[in-house]
């Protein structure tokens, strides 16, 4: 069996994967430790990590160094955030995604809208259900294994009629051909459950304050859990506390 197929079954499991996202090796090396089944990359934290803003202003060719250092570092499934494909056409999705699986990366996320001028929208509807389409002809054109998780963000962006722009996203997205459906923002028992009965893909969630707890997220159906950008934000956060107690403290042992 493939690796893409045996991450692909992992989202078959009656408990949810649970996905450790990190942005460079170290942190890969830590979930790895702590014995997670898969890790994905943040292009947020390793943008901001680098210097830039999120939204695809990381060339593509310095996020690949970052993704070849960490897939190289690790033996845990990786899965690789792509954003909105770094690329307007399929082809050059596909062609980011076949440099991807020749590093031994399982799975990418695709997401439905862009940043423009510091601005994220939602692209249109119709046109990135054609583009998938398009991306899975020519992977299987090649024979390459891939689990595309397709980011739908209208709760992330708090769309208008968000529940049901949702659903009507998501069944359109999964006649593309698609393997998994990540709806980051989502949070309402209520609203995981009606988006869980509209598709047979497995839903993805991210960890955010007001999402149920593991059980409760368990018991609805929900397949995958993202960790996003947040244990990256929390690791800086503290180095600023531990960083402000030294220079108030004017002492060392702080660090230790």
């Known amino acids: ?18 996905i450790g996202n990190v942005w460079n090796v170290q942190s890969a090396k830590i979930f790895e430790k702590m014995g997670f089944q898969a890790i994905g990359t943040s292009s947020a934290a390793i943008a901001d990590s680098l210097g830039y803003e999120d939204g695809e202003k990381i060339p593509f060719e310095e996020y690949f160094f970052i993704i070849e250092r960490i897939a190289g570092s690790v033996k845990t499934p990786l899965t690789v955030d792509l954003e909105a494909g770094y690329g307007k056409d399929a082809e050059t999705v596909f062609k980011h995604i076949k ?32 583009k998938l389409v398009d991306l899975n002809k020519l992977l299987q054109s ?3 294994e891939m689990f595309i ?37 989502i949070c309402s028992e209520n609203d995981i459950i009606d988006i869980i009965a509209t598709t047979d893909l497995p839903l993805n969630v991210m960890t955010i304050p007001d999402l149920p707890d593991y059980n409760k997220l368990t018991e609805m159906g929900v397949k995958r ?11 800086y956060n503290k180095l600023e506390e531990k960083v402000q107690e030294l220079v108030q403290s004017q002492h060392f042992k702080s660090i230790f």
């Open 225 to 235: 859990v993202s960790t996003g950008n947040f244990f990256f934000n929390y690791s």
């Open 1 to 18: 069996m493939s690796k893409v197929k045996e991450f692909e079954l992992l989202h078959q499991q009656e408990k949810p994967l649970l």
């Open 149 to 185: 998780n397709v980011r739908c963000d209208v709760f992330l962006l708090d769309a208008e009629d968000q529940l049901n722009q949702a659903k009507e996203r998501i069944v359109s997205y999964q006649k593309s051909g698609v393997d998994g459906i990540f709806l980051p923002c």
């Open 99 to 130: 440099k991807l699986s020749e590093l031994g990366v399982v799975g990418v996320n695709l997401e439905d809208s862009v940043v423009k001028n510091s601005v994220r929208s939602l692209v249109d509807q119709d046109l990135f259900s054609e």
């Open 142 to 144: 090649e024979n390459i």
